[in-house]
């Protein structure tokens, strides 16, 4: 931080942090740092998470230098996460949203830990995305693909709104982009 970003007209100025991203959102909960303070808790509206799936596995980057880890699997894993699902919610706007994306590994238990915190009746949606390219033969497949992820969307309450966007296509396109 060299104190020089950018600065919005209300004078707020993004925040890129690096380290444990609970102890980052303890530090916004706790609303005392100056940089932050009455600026950020109870004020988002969207929150997106996308931690390691809880595989076991260490990543590299493209130069052999350590990416990420998904060192914590099993039921550490899945409490790693629900710590972070519970400082979140308290920190989003009465309407405000969370978005988690999880492997198929633990996706279903995250499920359960999100319909704890925020409550079953604010559970939006779940989106499955197919990682992989359709590479069937004409044989068929030797085993089930699992390559999907699951996304779960979820609101702080009830009068949360969503906001459908439809955009014209170009005319050779015909039809719509649908959007949030």
């Known amino acids: 931080f060299n104190g020089h970003r950018e600065q919005w007209p209300d004078s707020w100025r993004n925040i890129i942090s690096f380290g444990d991203n609970l102890q980052f959102l303890k530090t916004l909960y706790e609303n005392k740092d100056p940089l932050i303070k009455d600026k950020v808790k109870g004020r988002i509206k969207l929150i997106y998470i996308d931690p390691p799936f809880g595989t076991g596995d260490e990543y590299d980057g493209n130069s052999g230098q350590a990416a990420y880890s998904a060192k914590t699997k099993g039921a550490e894993f899945v409490e790693f996460i629900r710590r972070r699902i519970i400082v979140a919610k308290e920190l989003l706007a009465y309407d405000g949203w969370l978005v988690v994306r999880q492997g198929y590994h633990f996706g279903h238990y995250i499920k359960i830990c999100l319909d704890e915190v925020f409550g079953k009746q604010n559970c939006v949606n779940e989106l499955i995305v197919n990682r992989v390219k359709k590479n069937v033969t004409k044989k068929g497949r030797r085993n089930i693909p699992n390559a999907v992820d699951h996304v779960y969307v979820y609101r702080k309450s009830e009068d949360s709104q969503f906001v459908n966007v439809l955009k014209k ?12």
């Open 169 to 180: 296509l170009p005319e050779q396109k015909k039809g719509y982009w649908h959007g949030m």
